[in-house]
């Protein structure tokens, strides 16, 4: 549990230190005169919570997930609140029709059956006037810009299809969902803006990307001397229970493919100098009283 804890930490840093450059939400939240109510989504660690109410202490944090994962801390934070157990699957939440200015959806790839009705109980829960961030990290492996993969990334490639398969069977596909956008708006949302922040695996002069790639390879290339020499614990982490518990691999052959996936996209770094990269999903979605008007945006930011 201490790794799974530290790993979704570890991705909080990526996302909102890095990606996102020390910014806790992509919203534009105004000051208002009242007190204002954030909802996290499977909020993990918590971590975002603690942070956010830290920051902003005119706001009320919650936090609703399935387990009570949250670390004890040395000081209370009293305007964060962690509501557990709640499925945020099921039909209803527990709370009011349009009881919050801001809701927070990261990394809930492999967690979410229907994610049609996810954004639909998003839009549901959400004030008008208000907005929703949903970051993602897109684990389908990318490659200089669009060519094919090199053959050493195949075994990764392999693990991947292997976990596509795998979470599809178990009902909450981990891939991140193409038509995201077009469920947006579809659950009502006016101009949701789409960006694509690339997280390369490899190290780059530029100080920001060697950051980037230093957290990158912190949180799946970890490594564990004896188990797994080439790095990718993490990758243990992710892929273990669906390879065994919905394909029927042996736990011995996951770690091996683990440790070749790890092998093969360590040789693709030095291979013609060319970049594997995630790339990091970032909305922002607003509800509005004028009803739809759909004026839809992406941006692909390159880092
Ligand atoms: C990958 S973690 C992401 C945590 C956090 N949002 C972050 O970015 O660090 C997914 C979280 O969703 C929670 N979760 C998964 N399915 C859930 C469900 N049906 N209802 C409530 N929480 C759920 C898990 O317990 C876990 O804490």
């Keep these: 549990m201490q790794t799974e804890n530290d790993r979704l930490d570890i991705f909080h840093y990526l996302i909102h230190d890095i990606a996102l450059y020390k910014k806790l939400h992509m919203s534009n939240l105004q000051p208002k005169s009242r007190r204002q109510r954030a909802l996290d989504v499977g909020y993990g660690t918590g971590i975002w919570c603690y942070e956010m109410a830290i920051e902003n ?3 009320d944090v919650i936090g609703i997930d399935l387990f009570a994962n949250q670390p004890r801390r040395d000081s209370e934070v009293p305007n964060a609140q962690f509501l557990t157990p709640v499925d945020f699957t099921g039909p209803e939440w527990p709370f009011q029709r349009n009881e919050f200015d801001f809701i927070r959806n990261a990394c809930l790839a492999g967690c979410v059956p229907d994610w049609q ?18 970051f993602e990290v897109d684990w389908a492996l990318q490659y200089a810009a669009h060519s094919q993969l090199p053959p050493h990334a195949q075994p990764a490639q392999y693990l991947w299809n292997a976990m596509q398969q795998a979470s599809s069977r178990f ?21 949701p803006i ?10 780059r002069p530029e100080k920001r990307e060697q950051r980037l790639e230093q957290w990158c390879k912190e949180a799946i290339y970890r490594r564990r001397p004896g188990v797994y020499p080439n790095g990718i614990e993490t990758l243990e982490g992710m892929c273990m229970w669906l390879l065994t518990q919905q394909l029927g691999f042996q736990p011995n052959d996951v770690r091996r493919l683990c440790n070749e996936a790890g092998r093969g996209s360590a040789a693709v770094f030095s291979y013609r100098k060319a970049t594997l990269s995630s790339w990091n999903r970032v909305f922002v979605a607003t509800k509005t009283n004028a009803g739809l008007s759909v004026l839809t945006r992406d941006m692909f930011l390159i880092i």
Aim: glycine share 8%.
């Design 57 to 59: 202490p005119q706001w």
């Design 117 to 134: 009705d996810h954004w639909h109980k998003n839009y549901r829960y959400l004030r008008p006037g208000g907005s929703i961030d949903y």
């Design 171 to 191: 009902g909450k596909p981990i891939a991140y969902p193409d038509n995201t956008r077009a469920m947006m708006v579809n659950a009502g949302f006016t101009d």
């Design 194 to 203: 789409h960006q694509v922040i690339r997280i390369p695996f490899q190290p």
